[in-house]
Antibody, heavy 122, light 112 residues
Framework: QITLKESGPTLVKPTQTLTLTCAFS??????????VGWIRQPPGKALEWLAL???????QYSPSLESRLTVTKDTSKNQVVLTMTYMDPVDTGTYYC??????????????WGQGALVTVSS | DIVMTQAPLSSPVTLGQPASISCRSS???????????LSWFHQRPGQPPRLLIY???NWFAGVPDRFSGSGAGTDFTLKISRVEAEDVGVYYC?????????FGQGTKLEIK
């Protein structure tokens, strides 16, 4: 059974750096084709894709946020970490991590964490 | 970036009646590998999105067969054959063909 869970601060101040951890189980990030993505959702608004890291350490970022984002993985701990610098109130929202199994499966974000609500305020 | 446009943005439906949501992309979603990576998600209030359909028309595990996906190129549709009360919420399409992945604005399904 695949599960993912996000953790991190619920409140950050403007200009601070946000660090979120996605702890997962039920799959390995060493399996060919597997990836973990990050998606966020401002309150009452649509979903926005942020980043994706693959089993082979290939990383993809949203171009509009690329300068502020870093995604890393720790396969021994079954964790993926997202950092976002220079946080602003417009970055307030729920941040999700999700499993992707590409390759012949083509399963985009078939399992999601419950989300971590992050508020940016002084 | 590929822009995903959904219609309608709001859809009041009667229980037991069909519903249909359109999703159009600004570019073809046919990948160089021949697949079309168009997915549909359903999100209830306070819950994470749930995958319904992947690669345009494939049911994800456990999804009722009253949901169906179709389309090709730039035009895609999600249909619910008979709406049930648990189907309320917001539906999103997403393209995974080209980075950056992009979502539609969402379509809110509500019961009349």
């Amino acid at each position: 059974q695949i599960t993912l869970k996000e953790s991190g601060p619920t409140l950050v101040k403007p200009t601070q750096t946000l660090t979120l951890t996605c702890a997962f189980s039920g799959f390995s990030l060493t399996t060919s084709g597997v990836g973990v993505g990050w998606i966020r959702q401002p309150p009452g608004k649509a979903l926005e894709w942020l980043a994706l890291i693959y089993w082979d350490d290939d990383k993809q970022y949203s171009p509009s946020l690329e300068s502020r984002l870093t995604v890393t993985k720790d396969t021994s701990k079954n964790q993926v970490v997202l950092t976002m610098t220079y946080m602003d109130p417009v970055d307030t929202g729920t941040y999700y991590c999700a499993h992707r199994h590409g390759g012949s499966y083509g399963l985009d974000f078939d399992y999601w964490g419950q989300g971590a609500l992050v508020t940016v305020s002084s | 970036d590929i822009v995903m446009t959904q219609a309608p943005l709001s859809s009041p439906v009667t229980l037991g009646q069909p519903a249909s949501i359109s999703c159009r992309s600004s570019e073809s979603l046919v990948h160089s590998d021949g697949n079309t990576y168009l997915s549909w998600f359903h999100q209830r209030p306070g819950q994470p999105p749930r995958l319904l359909i992947y690669k345009t028309s494939n049911w994800f595990a456990g999804v009722p067969d009253r949901f169906s996906g179709s389309g090709a190129g730039t035009d895609f549709t999600l249909k619910i054959s008979r709406v049930e009360a648990e189907d309320v919420g917001v539906y999103y399409c997403m393209q995974g063909t080209q980075f950056p992945y992009t979502f539609g604005q969402g379509t809110k399904l509500e019961i009349k």
